[in-house]
T-cell receptor, first 110, second 111 residues
Framework: SQQGEEDPQALSIQEGENATMNCSYKTSINNLQWYRQNSGRGLVHLILIRSNEREKHSGRLRVTLDTSKKSSSLLITASRAADTASYFCATDRGSDKLIFGTGTRLQVFP | DTEVTQTPKHLVMGMTNKKSLKCEQHMGHRAMYWYKQKAKKPPELMFVYSYEKLSINESVPSRFSPECPNSSLLNLHLHALQPEDSALYLC??????????FGPGTRLTVL
């Protein structure tokens, strides 16, 4: 399967703490994207990092990419209850096929 | 207009029914996608249309039939589905090599 793996599968933290999710993938990529999905709803794009980039920031989000290890991480700083959702990494090989990882379910307690 | 719309939001159908899912975007994106998502699983790619032509079919059973009438519309025709086809069906659009814009999905239940 081309699907990426994410860990942890589930993560529970308190508001104000940081949340880190990791993604590993199997093939070379053009870019890697992170999406958020609130329960049973559509996906929202968070951030895109290209294969020649190593780190990217967007607000409270920080994404790293290590193409030699075929891995990426998403850090959410100062988490809020509203960050409770499932988070998916997705790899784009430049062929219009965006393949999603297994996802991390994040629960942030007030 | 920066959103992808999907109708209906919910659909219940019997195994002998024929129904269609509809997706619409007015962002001028050249690529449109259908994904299927089972509960607690990641979305799985089904079909990709590029410039209104089917470019990728991920070995989807023929009981699912996609159609792209124009650059803004994408349909998914359903016929003789099985209960295991019950899932959230997500439509997305994008410019090439960039982020995907997803619709809210259609929750399909096959009885």
């Amino acid at each position: 399967s081309q699907q990426g793996e994410e860990d942890p599968q589930a993560l529970s933290i308190q508001e104000g703490e940081n949340a880190t999710m990791n993604c590993s993938y199997k093939t070379s990529i053009n870019n890697l994207q992170w999406y958020r999905q609130n329960s049973g709803r559509g996906l929202v794009h968070l951030i895109l990092i290209r294969s020649n980039e190593r780190e990217k920031h967007s607000g409270r989000l920080r994404v790293t990419l290590d193409t030699s290890k075929k891995s990426s991480s998403l850090l959410i700083t100062a988490s809020r209850a509203a960050d409770t959702a499932s988070y998916f990494c997705a790899t784009d090989r430049g062929s219009d096929k965006l393949i999603f990882g297994t996802g991390t379910r994040l629960q942030v307690f007030p | 207009d920066t959103e992808v719309t999907q109708t209906p939001k919910h659909l219940v159908m019997g195994m002998t029914n024929k129904k269609s899912l509809k997706c619409e975007q007015h962002m001028g994106h050249r690529a449109m996608y259908w994904y299927k998502q089972k509960a607690k699983k990641p979305p799985e790619l089904m079909f990709v249309y590029s410039y209104e032509k089917l470019s990728i079919n991920e070995s989807v059973p023929s009981r699912f039939s996609p159609e792209c009438p124009n650059s803004s519309l994408l349909n998914l025709h359903l016929h003789a589905l099985q209960p295991e086809d019950s899932a959230l069906y997500l439509c997305a659009s994008s410019p090439r090599g960039q982020q995907k814009f997803f619709g809210p999905g259609t929750r399909l239940t096959v009885l």
